[in-house]
């Protein structure tokens, strides 16, 4: 099933997720660090809205390595659209797994005009 925008997490706050950036003082460590794995993240509102975000750590790391996965894709697609500018009679891309950096190598000798395979 295709994911749509917000299935992720949503963007906005539930009342609950939110604390006043005057009330941080007040709460304890303990409490602070229940409230975040409970909840996974808290808006801080200031008087001029909400400015701040907390993150659980496993929130963050799942966020920062699917950002890593679509910049792979990114790329992906970009050499996909250097290629298919180059030739432009090939219809289809074929995509073949390769060990890391071996990629560019093959980039490199399709560009150099050498057609056979290693």
């Known amino acids: 099933m295709k ?25 304890s ?6 409230e975040i794995a409970e909840k996974e993240r808290l808006a801080i509102d200031f008087s001029e ?9 496993d929130l963050y790391k799942k966020m ?17 659209e250097i290629l298919a500018k180059r030739n432009p009679d090939h219809q289809e891309t074929k995509w073949i797994a390769y060990e890391e950096g071996s990629i560019l190598k093959e980039f490199q000798r399709i560009r150099n005009g050498n057609t056979t395979t290693p």
């Open 29 to 34: 460590q303990k409490k602070l660090k229940e």
């Open 64 to 80: 920062v390595e699917q950002i890593e996965e679509l910049e792979e894709k990114i790329m992906e697609l970009e050499i996909a």
């Open 49 to 57: 809205g909400i400015l701040g975000v907390i993150l659980s750590y």
């Open 3 to 27: 994911k749509k925008r917000g299935d992720f997490m949503p963007i906005a706050f539930t009342p609950d997720e939110i604390i006043k950036a005057n009330k941080l003082l007040e709460i």
